[in-house]
């Protein structure tokens, strides 16, 4: 657990928030870091990765607000794509 309020420090540090859950099967653990750039993002990930402890994937979520602003802008360039 000192590991993990370590961690959680070291988002804080970069204007993020670090939550974590412990899981069953492949993996041991998920973690969402929310931070206020993807470049504070990739910083972070690295300087854990650095530790040479942990294994990352990295996945880039969108909010439905977000996504919706990306079909809108497809939906501009005549692609005929929508939400519905």
């Avoid at 540090?13 to 492949?26: C, L, P």
């Avoid at 929310?34 to 996945?59: C, D, H, W, Y």
């Amino acid at each position: 657990m000192k590991r993990a309020k370590a961690t959680k420090i070291g988002a804080e540090k970069i204007g993020g928030r670090f939550t974590s859950f412990r899981t069953f099967g492949k993996h041991d653990a998920i973690v969402i870091l929310e931070a206020p750039k993807e470049e504070a993002s990739m910083q972070f990930e690295l300087k854990v990765g650095s530790l040479g402890n942990i294994r990352t994937t990295t996945l880039r979520a969108f909010t439905e607000e977000e996504i919706a602003n990306v079909i809108d802008k497809l939906s501009q360039l005549g692609c005929g794509i929508s939400l519905s």
